[in-house]
């Protein structure tokens, strides 16, 4: 399926565990709709952002062992949403492939840079202040965008330029990620009918 299919650029994505049980769906052309239950607060309100600040039109309902710890949903949420971004852009011709963004939320600065590359690499420059943010552990952030840009298959660079709390600073990156996909998966007008951008011819 490539980005001018008649085809809606959507997948859904189910995962059973015996750590967690995810339901998620993902409509790319959207209008940042979202029902978001993922069983750990914080990482509904990342999701939100997300999805509002990319158009993303997305569904999620999610049971895991959060009585242990929050480590398996949020990770593994991250690999639903990446597999799910994958299979929605199928050879991911067509579109843009490339995009950079800064993103301000008060006194943090993030920049996200993503190529759809089908190879799949995180750098991962941002050392939160706070251990937790709530009962949130701000080290699980990166766990969820690396599990996401592996089954998505991006090469993803996540930079923290300025930022001393870690709430802004988590919210400056989950809304960056949002709209730099939002323009890296955009149709790329005048590119053949549905080509993949690649001197390789593929991806």
Aim: aromatic content about 6%; proline content about 3%; some cysteine.
């Amino acid at each position: 399926m490539t980005a001018d299919s008649s085809r809606p650029r959507q997948a859904a994505i189910r995962r059973t565990t015996t750590e967690t049980d995810i339901a998620l769906e993902l409509f790319l052309d959207g209008q940042g709709r979202r029902e978001i239950a993922s069983g750990v607060p914080f990482l509904d309100h990342m999701l939100t952002l997300f999805a509002v600040h990319g158009f993303f039109d997305l569904s999620l309902q999610a049971k895991g062992d959060v009585e242990i710890d929050d480590h398996h949903t949020v990770e593994d949420i991250g690999i639903c949403l990446g597999q799910a971004l994958a299979k929605a852009l199928g050879d991911k011709g067509g579109i843009e492939r490339y995009a950079c963004v800064h993103l301000p939320m008060d006194e943090a600065l993030a920049r996200v840079v993503v190529d759809l590359s089908n190879r799949p690499l995180l750098h991962w420059q941002v050392t939160p202040p706070d251990q937790k943010v709530g009962n949130f552990d701000t080290a699980l952030a990166k766990e969820f965008v690396r599990a996401f840009s592996q089954h998505g298959g991006l090469t993803l660079h996540v930079d923290l330029l300025r930022g001393d709390n870690s709430h802004h600073i988590l919210e400056a990156i989950f809304k960056g990620l949002g709209r730099c996909l939002r323009q890296a998966t955009r149709p790329l007008d005048g590119f053949g009918a549905g080509g993949v951008l690649s001197s390789k011819g593929s991806l």
